[in-house]
C-alpha cells in the first residue's frame, strides 16, 4: 500500500521567512514524489516532482529516500506563495495514478 | 482555456436521484483521470482511462459508480442513487502517455447530495 503524510494541515509563516512543508510517504518500492499547488479560485496544478530536480517559483523539494520523505523549501516566502500544497506519489506499475496527501495551508503574512 | 473542462460546476440533487458528470480533456492527452475529494482530504483517485479503455477502477468506486470514455475524447461519470456520502468534488484530469506527462487537472464538479 502507498501512503503519503502531509503533517500540517496550516502552515502561516511570514513574508521573508523561510518555508518548510513536510512531506513523508510509505511505499515499498521506487516511488516518484511530486507537489501540486492550488492557489485561491484556481486548479490543481503541477509545481515540481522530484526527478526534474529543478527549482519552481524558488521552490525545492530533495527526496530522501533514508527518511521516507519529500519536503517543500523555499528560503524567503513571498505573499504570492499562499496557497493549498498538495505531495504525491506514484508508484510503480503505471498509469500515472497519484496517491495523493491531505495537503498543507501556506499563509504567507505581511 | 485550452485545458480540462468539467460539467457542470455545481450539482445539488436530493438523495436517491442519478447525477452524471462531463470532463472534456486537453485534446491530445489519451490518458483521463476522475478522482474525488472531500472536505480536509487530498484527492482520492477513483479511475482512469487509457483511449476508450478503462483500464483500473479503485475499490472506492462502488456499483453505483459508472465511468464511460466511448471515443477516447469526453468521458463521463455516473453516479446512481446517490448518497448524501457521495457529496464532494470530482475532479477530472487527463495526461499524456509518457511517465513523464503531468497531470492536468479542470476545476471540478462540486456534488451536494441533500
Known amino acids: 500500500a502507498q501512503r503519503v503524510t502531509q503533517p500540517e494541515k496550516l502552515l502561516s509563516v511570514f513574508k521573508g521567512a523561510p518555508v518548510e512543508l513536510k512531506c513523508n510517504y510509505s511505499?515499498?518500492?521506487?516511488?516518484?514524489l511530486f507537489w501540486y499547488v492550488q492557489y485561491s479560485r484556481q486548479r490543481l496544478q503541477l509545481l515540481l516532482r522530484?526527478?526534474s530536480r529543478e527549482s519552481i517559483k524558488g521552490f525545492t523539494a530533495d527526496l530522501n529516500k533514508g527518511e521516507t520523505s519529500f519536503h517543500l523549501k523555499k528560503p524567503f516566502a513571498q505573499e504570492e506563495d499562499s496557497a493549498m500544497y498538495y505531495c504525491a506519489l506514484r508508484g510503480a506499475g503505471g498509469g500515472n495514478k497519484l496517491t495523493f496527501g491531505t495537503g498543507t495551508q501556506l499563509k504567507v503574512e505581511l | 482555456d485550452t485545458g480540462v473542462s468539467q460539467n457542470p460546476r455545481h450539482k445539488i440533487t436530493k438523495r436517491g436521484q442519478n447525477v452524471t458528470f462531463r470532463c472534456d480533456p486537453i485534446s491530445e492527452h489519451n490518458r483521463l483521470y476522475w478522482y474525488r475529494q472531500t472536505l480536509g482530504q487530498g484527492p482520492e483517485f477513483l479511475t482512469y482511462f487509457q483511449n476508450e479503455a478503462q483500464l483500473e477502477k479503485s475499490r472506492l468506486l462502488s456499483d453505483r459508480f459508472s465511468a464511460e470514455r466511448p471515443k477516447g475524447s469526453f468521458s463521463t461519470l455516473e453516479i446512481q442513487r446517490t448518497e448524501q456520502g457521495d457529496s464532494a468534488m470530482y475532479l477530472c484530469a487527463s495526461s499524456l502517455t509518457g511517465t513523464d506527462s503531468p497531470l492536468h487537472f479542470g476545476n471540478g464538479t462540486r456534488l451536494t447530495v441533500t
Open positions: 522530484h526527478i
Open positions: 511505499y515499498s518500492g521506487s516511488p516518484e
